[in-house]
């Protein structure tokens, strides 16, 4: 598989708009040839340069598998208009929570799964419920990282 994002390249640094200092918008991402039998994605963007240890920054499942593509800006609501569902991030906000870290440079990775199945999690999951739930699951992986600086 591969993941792309229109805002950011690999290992770049992530618009000030998809961040705490902005307007904390989610970006675009984009992704392509998924493996054979995938039946959902799920979505997980976390920073382990935090000082208290990986920091979860946005949680998304049962996206089905028709789709390709997450748009820049998706509302902080439980269930998204594309069939999928967002989960808890540790701001403790159902959507995303762009970067913002207390100092230095951080990077975020964006870890997209192909399943097996739809997990059929109820909106708000945390990132440990999702990967207990899908673990068995995971047919494929991907990740993009980007890094912001404060």
Known sequence: M??????FEEGGMIPERCTCDGEDQSPPLDWEDAPEG?????LVCEDPDAPMGTWVHWV?????????KLPAGLPPEGRLVNGGKQG???FH???????CPPSGTHRYFFRL???DR???LDPGATREQLFRAMRPHVLGEVSLMGRYHR
């Open 2 to 7: 591969r993941l792309t994002s229109s805002a």
């Open 38 to 42: 995938v039946k959902s994605f799920a």
């Open 60 to 68: 998304v499942y049962d996206i089905p598998s028709t789709i390709g």
């Open 88 to 90: 808890t991030n540790d």
């Open 93 to 99: 906000r159902i959507g995303y929570g762009g970067p």
């Open 113 to 115: 799964y192909a399943l």
């Open 118 to 120: 739809v997990l059929d």
